[in-house]
């Protein structure tokens, strides 16, 4: 609210709390009596990152409070996308502005480095518990030294995330929210096997084209490819084979993923579908930001050990692939056919996905 | 210096002052007790924006500094170059990160507008101080209402202004640099002479071409058309046409701009060319942040007043021209004739620009 | 189709047909036989804008045809979410892509310029039409010399803009696509009536605080103030005041589009709330293109005319307003009031917008 | 020249040759007869890929032209900065333009992926090229299938890549020009050894805290952790060691690279500092395109197999690390010590290292 004990042109200020935030830079490289201009820009830099981090965490709490409910309430999934959506345009600023940063030379940072002593990314609680709330499972995690991860963690920020591993993180809601997913089974219409019959269709007019046409030894390596094909299939369509995958998501998350991705323009599955595509953008965008930030480190400190004891270069290029949540999404791709081997959807079940709104204009 | 009172794993929250940075988003609308969800990324943005406001305060400050010595020594260039790049670097961001803002809906800036009263951008006095330290003058400043227009800042920015104005702008310092360019005026060389002389020999061909080839109508417009040009030119060749035009900039200084662009390859000139191209950089980019920035609010409020009773897109129009400083740099190209009518250098001046490096590598 | 007369490694630049695309590059400065090296990259720089400029037309042909319909279907609005989304996208590119040409210098360009002759950016058909399909008419446009602004276009492009003027444009299709937003009324409902009502009740509370608390002169100043508001309100709810402002979009259209924005989570207005974001979306990126593009031409040839004859920033300048499009969307900003404000929709309409899919999840 | 069988509206066009470059786009699912819309897109984007490419390799041509006579002119330096610098910009918006690209779904491109058949990126012969020409060996190449990587591309693509193998890359020329540094070794004075003393020093130093301070375990311990940062050290000081190390570059190029890093602000190695900083920048823009191109692979096919029967997302994950070029600059971050531990140049090469033009401003 206004504060009233300021003046009219004191407001801005007081609102921002700039007696705060243009307060907490202090150079550690000044204290120690040899100052080194770049580190301001250090400073500034990566309390740019924590602002961020908060804005990220906030709207990633309304994310999960809103999917969270019993049922995801229509009136919930504008907000959901639009804050999903924000949190793309912040990782965008956090890839891009890398390249602030690298206006510091190697030999600028080297300058100050030593100053900085055990400080390091690497305690980013606000970073950690981002990780965890999107479902980055502590088991996961690629292990440095040999504790936990969060043991250079200070308490405060330990707890929370403790905490959080106690709640649904994205990913569960997500796989919830995919496995509720009315459609896929309904008046004796089962997606997977309408799909599967496709699927099975098209391989088999494969096979006929081959033994039609093929010589015997290319008519074997085709038939095998096409067996191996409908093992891969196999591996989707059948709960006991996607158990023993690599999925994490649910068996009927990844049908019902299939099933919004293939009838994307159904009205009802519009918005689903938006919402499967900014999930898959922020895990893409993570791995961008991962990517360029062990880029920059290599450019400052070449094949040392990062600040805090980090393994540099080496480890964060490990977490590239170790570190990604939804993985399952992009594997969806794997399963796709053509628009026009497609099954149209029954009836009964497309009339249902329309808009009652629809019908009016 | 290290913190020592603290552990290990808090030294990363300690260097960066989390405690301050982290503590200081209060919504007002909370306090009113109708949170807006928007709010928090409308405070942490311009926080953000604020933050980098003082790196660039820190890096402009450096920058004069270093030019404000009785000569520019060269151990210095590259440092000014490196923090001109950073300040391009950062405005970069501060345009791009609009995007950011934008994923707020006029619906809901519309729902916590109320409470910021008569808190307003305008009552940045970090950005008025950027303005006045790149060089822009308070008469050259858009009027609005009746008053000056630091009259909404806080004291101690008002106080701060009216110092820094006391002291050369980065418009004086590159005004006076260049004034000093050692070789425009040297053992009998006078770059402007010969440079008019090409200019004049170019014109002359075009008159001798048109009297050649054109019919009496045409000739007539050709010959006004080649009479106004060479008037364009005694416009900057001339000290005391100079005095009569629009120009800012001292005649000797656009002289030496003038030179280090058209032998921008001479050795000696390179680094020179590089820091009149990055000043055009940054002028360019805070001409397209007021440009976003007006649609932005128009977005946002449509054709209503600012916050703070500024006057909206309107007012932010008006700027866009009034408030650019270094527009002389970018004049300097309608002076620019073509490589093959340009004077060679006297061997004399081009031996003395070279490198010592250069004749032995 | 695959190229049969061609290797299988011939097939990709078969495919893109880079025997055409790569052998259009022939720098007029080369054929004068004095090459200039930077001619190459202008020319490239605007065969990639004419490329997308190719692009985004396909896209727009694709809205204006799925728009044109009687009605428009719902399995159509994905597809121009998507196909406007698009041109979001290569707007940001196109933009951006200022940048490359910026690393020519003004001189570089000087060197080659004087070989371009007639040959100007003004000429593009492309992106004519594309100002013509999205709604600029021939009578908004900026005047430049005595003729039409087409008549430096070349017979086909001038020809395929006047059928395309005979067809409804982008704008037309979004103001008939709003006037028939069959909500706003509906059953004895009128949402303007309703919306009215509160905007007047907003305005007495303010009449009645400033009653209770203002001194004589505040307290007219403050009357006043409300009275020019609620006649700012007139303006938009009454169709003859409508008639008599400065509306390019039908009254019918500014109604629906002020409930989509201000009831934009209900569940059959999130994808039309997208729809108008996505539009102005473009306007915006169009508005910024053209001011980058002016400060580009103020750099390279400072205040001279531009190529082709065009009269260079002034005129760049000029079109920054006159230009813009769908400004009545951003107007629409003008008269939003909070949310606790606005009258909560009568549960028939309310339930008529939900989705039969929000029923079951 | 000036096309003068057209009309003067007709240059635009003609000039760029836009009867070639708008008519060389033609789906092949359209030629199938199942027009897929976002086909187009797919052609046009790598379309526009080629035309980059195009200027990329004109760019480098000319800076490895210009860096490939004997001595490199000063007058050449600008020319070169300039076109690393542009080569720069381009990388930029090539990573940045994968956005448009995915505003294309899986569903999408699987609609048009089979008539594909073996058209692919992979035979991009201008990406190849451009690989060979910064310095990507055979050799180093990861090998798909049996055969070369050149396999897959067209016979004259294929000549021009083995005749550009036999001539310098710009890695060879980097590595050339870096050795011929003056400087380094002068008047009795060598970099390396000046250098090692202020390492050893530091290190005997560290040395004896440790032994003041430390516990006997954690002496033990520091003192190996010493000795390793000796050997460290030692591998790039001592030429023998060099050669067993993993470095690409000569053992004087190397140092010569530490050299202009340490002593970046001598005006003398302003100009070749930023040589190297823009060849990073490079090396890092081409890894992250990699990265974002293989997250966008695994986003559209999953764990398929790319076009062409490339190897996918797996493919190119592999090449992330196996395809950069210009490590061994980044490696030198490794051997960084802190500004106030750094020898100051002996005055003789510090004074041969000054611009004439210093001496006068």
Known sequence: MQDKKKEPWDQYGAYLHLDKILDAQRPWSNEAGKPAHDEMLFIIFHQVYELWFKQILFELDDVCARMSGKTLDDRDLLPVLKHLDRIVSIMRILVKQLDVLETMTNQDFTDFREYLK?????????????????????????????????????????????????????FDLVDRWLSRTPFIEKSGYKFWESYREAVYKILDERKKAANDNLDPEALKAELEAIDKNRKKFDGIFDPEEHKKGHWRMSWRALQAGLFITVYRNEPALQIPFRLLSLIMDIDELFALWRYR???????????????????GYGYLMQTLEKHRIFTDLFGLSTYLIPQRALPPLPDEISGEMGYSYAKQR
Chains 1, 2, 3, 4 share one sequence.
């Open 118 to 170: 055990t400080a390091s990314g690497f305690q980013s609680g606000q970073f950690r518990l981002i990780e965890t709330r999107l479902g980055l499972r502590r088991e996961d995690r690629l292990r440095v030294f040999h504790g936990q991860f969060d043991d250079n963690l200070c308490p405060a920020s330990r707890k929370t995330i403790k905490e959080t591993e106690q709640t649904p993180s994205l």
């Open 293 to 311: 930030h062990a880029l920059m480190t290599q450019r400052m400190v070449g094949f040392s050990m990062g600040t805090g004891g980090s393994a």
